[in-house]
């Protein structure tokens, strides 16, 4: 990427809590209804985290009276308020699409107690 381009998405990134595939989180959604605003807030599984810089998004699914839900959140939309990780998961896997096909306890995910969440990365 250029780095002009960089330097202007800089002005528009939004520092949010580090967060990871498989994590369980919170996402504090602005809603606009006429004239008054309110924070609704989105809780579920984090299956895929894709791109970067402001073109970054994510997949969230919850559940929801028996239904499952998937809602894609851009990174930088504005009314995203905050986000927070309320459960930190252990995956092998970059994306977790294998959560559709399966159905009540199959869909848990192992909650990663180690506290070790730092990735070894290749230098190149």
């Given at each position: 990427?250029?780095?002009?381009?960089?330097?202007?998405?800089?002005?528009?990134?939004?520092?949010?809590?580090?967060?990871?595939?498989g994590?369980?989180?919170?996402?504090?959604?602005?809603i606009?209804?006429?004239n008054?605003?309110?924070?609704?807030?989105?809780?579920?599984?984090?299956?895929?985290?894709?791109?970067?810089?402001?073109g970054?998004?994510?997949?969230?699914?919850?559940?929801?009276?028996?239904?499952?839900?998937?809602?894609?959140?851009?990174?930088?939309?504005?009314s995203?308020?905050?986000?927070e990780?309320?459960?930190?998961?252990?995956?092998?896997?970059?994306?977790?699409?294998?959560?559709?096909?399966?159905?009540?306890?199959?869909?848990?995910?192992?909650?990663?107690?180690?506290g070790?969440?730092?990735?070894?990365?290749?230098?190149?």
């Amino acid at each position: 990427m250029h780095p002009l381009i960089k330097e202007v998405e800089k002005r528009f990134l939004k520092k949010h809590e580090d967060f990871r595939v498989g994590d369980t989180i919170r996402v504090h959604l602005e809603i606009v209804e006429g004239n008054k605003k309110r924070i609704q807030l989105y809780e579920g599984i984090l299956m895929s985290r894709r791109g970067t810089g402001t073109g970054a998004s994510i997949t969230v699914r919850k559940n929801s009276s028996g239904v499952a839900v998937e809602k894609i959140i851009p990174l930088c939309m504005p009314s995203v308020a905050r986000i927070e990780v309320v459960r930190k998961g252990m995956v092998r896997r970059a994306k977790l699409y294998y959560l559709k096909r399966t159905v009540g306890k199959g869909t848990r995910v192992k909650e990663d107690l180690s506290g070790n969440r730092s990735r070894s990365k290749v230098e190149a």
